[in-house]
């Protein structure tokens, strides 16, 4: 037996942490990976892991992994060849469109599309022909609207602004939670040394969340503010800036700020508190902290839920229904708010597609899945993540195993 060492970046999160990785080869046997580490000489992650890497390798040898088209026969599965599910997919969703009109298809695209570039050169070569406007993906669960503001601010939706964690002397965090999510719309493994890091500069970590989080716990303060009031204490911080000459000139040409001056000018820090449940006081505390700062951060992690309404174009009768869906690495039933009711309008499709690796709460409802090689099988590189990375990093991956034979 011969082994190989390989060196790649996690794909299950944005972390995007550097990996080790241990295959070993046997003659007459495919090759099995044997041991998965952090990458200690990567200077990005610098030796970072979670349990989600380790279990690349579950995933790899998971005999539930769909490895073969399936097409569902009432409740039983039937595994069928590329070109007939192909042209199966093909005559349903044409014949469909026929019939209610382009917007009759919905798709759905789930959180790992963003970390597969294939899919993100390629996918609207296939969902775009579809000309539906019924688009839904897991970025309306929680981005969506730093896009939209991104898009107003600067001109462009990805022209998004990075927290500069390892730089910052104080790093205000709303509604997110790095220890848990390692950086969301800032990608950064390692996140707790780096946190800890700030704190031993000098620097202070405050956190406004309305429960105790992995995050909170380890701040310097912890605001309890009460669910659906974050936009309270934002105007409230903002009155404070303005009232108090907190405020900074820049050479940068701002457009509109006396128009937010006066628009937020009723909305004080004593208006706002019992709005908030955050006493005026803490609230003019943390502007004055925010703005004495010289390299202060806020870091925001809420959003809107328009793919709540997926159901309801299901199960609402008439012009416009969506009758067919097709699905791209997402469990909606499970990822979505009220699954529930997602499910019981899955069951009245006339037609549903999805491309996954398994049987699961929302593909167990479609007529034909269509299963991707895995991650390990194929080279990958993160056209999205390097680019809201806290560090300018990038990485190359070349395939670690060879793909199953007749896998696409």
Excluded at 4 to 18: D, F, N, Q
Excluded at 55 to 67: K, V
Aim: net charge neutral; glycine share 8%.
């Amino acid at each position: 037996m011969s082994k190989s060492v390989h060196h790649r970046a996690c794909h299950l999160c944005e972390a995007i942490c550097g990996l080790t990785l241990e295959v070993a080869h046997e003659l007459g046997q495919a090759p099995r990976i044997t041991s998965i580490k952090g990458d200690a000489l990567d200077t990005f992650s610098r030796g970072h892991i979670c349990p989600k890497a380790v279990a690349l390798q579950d995933i790899q040898s998971d005999p539930d992994r769909l490895r073969t088209p399936m097409r569902r026969i009432g409740e039983q599965w039937q595994a069928i060849g590329w070109d007939e599910a192909f042209a199966l997919a093909a005559r349903k969703l044409w014949a469909l469109q026929q019939r209610h009109g382009q917007n009759a298809v919905a798709v759905y695209q789930g959180n790992p599309s963003v970390h597969n570039y294939g899919l993100m050169t390629h996918s609207n070569y296939f969902l775009g022909l579809l000309k539906t406007r019924n688009r839904f993906s897991a970025t309306s669960v929680d981005q969506l609207p730093q896009h939209l503001t991104s898009y107003l601010m600067y001109g462009h939706g990805l022209l998004l602004p990075i927290a500069d964690i390892d730089h910052t002397d104080f790093m205000l965090i709303l509604g997110g939670n790095p220890l848990a999510s390692n950086g969301s719309i800032m990608t950064v493994p390692d996140v707790e040394k780096r946190l800890k890091a700030l704190q031993a500069r000098g620097g202070k970590l405050v956190v406004v969340d309305p429960r105790r989080s992995e995050t909170a716990a380890m701040a310097d303060r912890h605001l309890f503010v009460r669910p659906g009031a974050d936009a309270a204490l934002l105007c409230g911080l903002l009155n404070t800036l303005f009232e108090e000459g907190l405020s900074r000139t820049t050479h940068l040409p701002v457009a509109g700020l006396d128009a937010v001056r006066e628009a937020i000018a009723p909305f004080t820090a004593e208006a706002m508190g019992p709005r908030c449940g955050i006493e005026a006081a803490q609230i003019r505390q943390l502007a004055r902290d925010f703005a004495a700062a010289d390299k202060a951060v806020c870091y925001g992690r809420m959003g809107e839920l328009p793919v709540a309404a997926l159901a309801e174009e299901m199960l609402c009768e008439g012009e416009g229904q969506v009758r067919a869906l097709v699905t791209v690495a997402g469990n909606p039933v499970l990822s979505t708010p009220n699954g529930r009711q997602l499910e019981q309008a899955l069951q009245g499709l006339e037609f549903m597609l999805s491309i996954d690796l398994y049987i699961n709460e929302t593909t167990r409802h479609a007529d034909l899945i269509l299963p991707s090689t895995s991650a390990l099988e194929n080279d990958h590189y993160d056209t999205t993540f390097n680019l809201l990375a806290v560090r300018n990093v990038s990485r190359f991956n070349r395939a670690i195993l060879p793909k199953p034979e007749g896998a696409i």
